[in-house]
């Protein structure tokens, strides 16, 4: 699926630095869209996944999947203003992670190892309200209701050197919640209809995972972008 995006933002990316005049600035249709990369910080707890052994209870293998790349397409439709404008604000982001951990203990007879990966994916609506000044430059906020979809799987492998025994098993985790963003960034112009600016977002959700121990009850992050827009 994230292969599909990359796909769907390089392309948006082309266009921005690529601007043709049929898309000049003083002919534009109202909607703004950005393409926007970056990455997220969401509280650590709430995805630290853990697995411990099954012959000893006090081995234990955490893999923190907290941080992961972020990227997803945004548009803004005015209601009205020109300078100063109020609209719409929506769109749709994805972020995901693999690690690999390997742990040992019982005096270094029992290894466990986990191959995890997590994806995360919120669509959000809301309100914005933007200000352009001195022609090229545009600030920008935002704030809204959002839904989160969340999987986590992982493949655990137990060795224990006394008993010789290999114990493969494999969890899953899917999740649903819901919650609010709000993002604010700027934008500037530098070529006819292309805009480059940057962006932060923050994000909370009631999503929690079962197979992360220590979760609250809610998904709380923090997202920086780079954005590249366009009237479309």
């Keep these: 699926m994230h292969h599909k995006l990359v796909t769907l933002f390089v392309v948006m990316l082309a266009g921005c630095l690529c601007p ?17 990369v970056g990455a997220a910080q969401f509280s650590e707890d709430d995805l630290t ?16 999947l907290s941080t992961m790349p972020y990227l997803g397409m945004t548009f803004q439709y005015p209601f009205h203003g020109k300078n100063t404008q109020v609209g719409l604000d929506g769109g749709f982001l994805f972020g995901w992670r693999s690690k690999d951990t390997r742990v040992r203990g019982g005096d270094g007879q029992i290894a466990i190892s986990i191959d995890s990966s997590l994806w995360l994916a919120d669509l959000s609506v809301g309100l914005f309200v933007k200000h352009t000044f001195f022609n090229r430059w545009r600030t920008y906020a935002a704030v809204g209701p959002a839904i989160v979809f969340g999987d986590y799987s992982e493949d655990t492998d137990e060795e224990d050197s006394n008993n ?30 292309a805009y480059v600016g940057v962006c932060v977002r923050g994000l909370k959700t009631n999503i929690a995972f079962d197979s992360a121990p220590d979760a609250s009850s809610s998904l709380s992050g923090v997202q920086g972008f780079l954005t590249f827009s366009r009237h479309f």
């Design 164 to 193: 010789e025994t290999n114990e493969k098993s494999n969890n899953s985790d899917s999740e649903f919640g819901v919650g609010a963003y709000a993002r604010g960034g700027f934008d500037y112009l530098f070529g006819p209809n």
């Design 49 to 64: 996944f853990s697995e411990t052994s099954t012959t000893d209870g006090s081995v234990t293998n955490d893999n923190d």
């Design 20 to 36: 043709t005049q049929s898309f000049a600035l003083d002919t534009p249709t109202p909607t703004f869209v950005q393409a926007m």
